[in-house]
Antibody, heavy 119, light 110 residues
Framework: EVQLLESGGGLVQPGGSLRLSCAAS????????MSWVRQAPGKGLEWVSA????????YYADPMKGRFAISRDNSKNMLYLQMNSLRAEDTAIYYC????????????WGQGTMVTVSS | QSALTQPASVSGSPGQSITISCTGT?????????VSWYQQHPNKAPKLMIY???IRPSGVSNRFSGSKSGNTASLTISGLQAEDEADYYC??????????FGGGTKLTVL
């Protein structure tokens, strides 16, 4: 069974940093591109970042460029999102998603981890 | 990159068909056949319903279908059922090598 389990969310002050993790199982992790998608409370979905199966290519939405960094460890079946210079508008549920096609369609999603940026 | 435009809400009675539109530009929806649709029930993760404009993943009911004309994509749900009540989001690949979502449409089954 394909499973994605996010962790690392929590309360952080504006300007602070947080690292999210996503543990993957049930599929050949290194063969799959992965993405992060977020959803602010009561709002719609927003694509954050994607990474190729090898980790050699990374992609970011404009608001995240220079502040967020996506990475992966294929030996541990883990996906990460390092978030720096956090702002109130980064408050959201962050979902880890498996790419069916890179930056195109996501066929499996985790349950999400909540990030709250507030003083 | 601006969000794709979807109606805020649509409704229909059981058994009827409804269509949700998703309008973008030639830089996203109109430029690629890489439109996807997601269903999201309250407090749940999204579920992929359609990808590449009109392809259903395994396990998705054939009551769900997708199409595209110019800069507008559409999701049609036929034989509406109570369990279809949810939020629906479209997404598209863009020329900037990014992905953009629509604002979401709340489907109410009357």
């Amino acid at each position: 069974e394909v499973q994605l389990l996010e962790s690392g969310g929590g309360l952080v002050q504006p300007g602070g940093s947080l690292r999210l993790s996503c543990a993957a199982s049930g599929f050949i992790f290194s063969n799959s591109g992965m993405s992060w998608v977020r959803q602010a409370p009561g709002k719609g979905l927003e694509w954050v970042s994607a990474i190729s199966g090898t980790g050699g290519s990374t992609y970011y939405a404009d608001p995240m460029k220079g502040r967020f960094a996506i990475s992966r460890d294929n030996s541990k079946n883990m996906l990460y999102l390092q978030m720096n210079s956090l702002r109130a508008e980064d408050t959201a549920i962050y979902y880890c998603a498996k790419d069916l096609k890179t930056i195109n369609a996501f066929d499996m999603w985790g349950q999400g981890t909540m990030v709250t940026v507030s003083s | 990159q601006s969000a794709l435009t979807q109606p805020a809400s649509v409704s229909g009675s059981p058994g009827q068909s409804i269509t949700i539109s998703c309008t973008g530009t030639s830089s996203d929806v109109g430029g690629y056949d890489f439109v996807s649709w997601y269903q999201q029930h309250p407090n749940k993760a999204p579920k992929l319903m359609i990808y590449d404009v009109n392809i259903r993943p395994s396990g998705v009911s054939n009551r769900f279908s997708g199409s595209k004309s110019g800069n507008t994509a559409s999701l049609t749900i036929s034989g509406l059922q109570a369990e279809d009540e949810a939020d629906y989001y479209c997404s598209s690949y863009t020329t900037s090598i990014t992905l953009v979502f629509g604002g979401g449409t709340k489907l109410t089954v009357l």
